[in-house]
């Protein structure tokens, strides 16, 4: 049970900065760790960036950060200096704190990064 609504994304230049949000609903968020994840075309779905329900966080890139609004179920993720190669589809995934898999997932938001 659960949903994970993303928002934000679109067109940027390089070098600018795009915030994404995933809001959570249906679970309680402090028991859920959100992670973000990219898609680029061609390519395999990696991981961007983890935050935990303890606020930890942990990233896989450079040039990104996550936030974490309990008040608002909403984790945010800033893609800071854009560059070209950013381009992708962007989704938001989300476990109970006791799971060892991501088994709730966002729509998806496209990010296109022109140089």
């Known amino acids: 049970q659960g949903q994970l609504a993303q928002s934000g994304g679109g067109s940027a230049q390089a070098g600018d900065s795009l915030t994404l949000s995933c809001v959570l609903s249906g679970r309680p968020f402090n028991w859920n760790d959100i992670r973000w994840y990219r898609q680029s075309p061609g390519e395999q779905r990696e991981m961007i960036a983890e935050?935990?329900?303890?606020g930890f966080a942990n990233y896989k890139q450079d040039r990104v950060a996550v936030f974490r609004d309990s008040a608002k179920s909403t984790v945010y993720l800033q893609l800071n200096n854009m560059k070209p190669e950013d381009t992708g589809l962007y989704l938001c995934?989300?476990?109970?704190?006791?799971?060892?898999?991501?088994?709730?997932w966002g729509q998806g938001t496209q990010v296109t990064v022109s140089s």
């Open positions: 935050s935990t329900r303890t």
């Open positions: 995934a989300a476990k109970w704190y006791y799971d060892t898999e991501y088994t709730l």
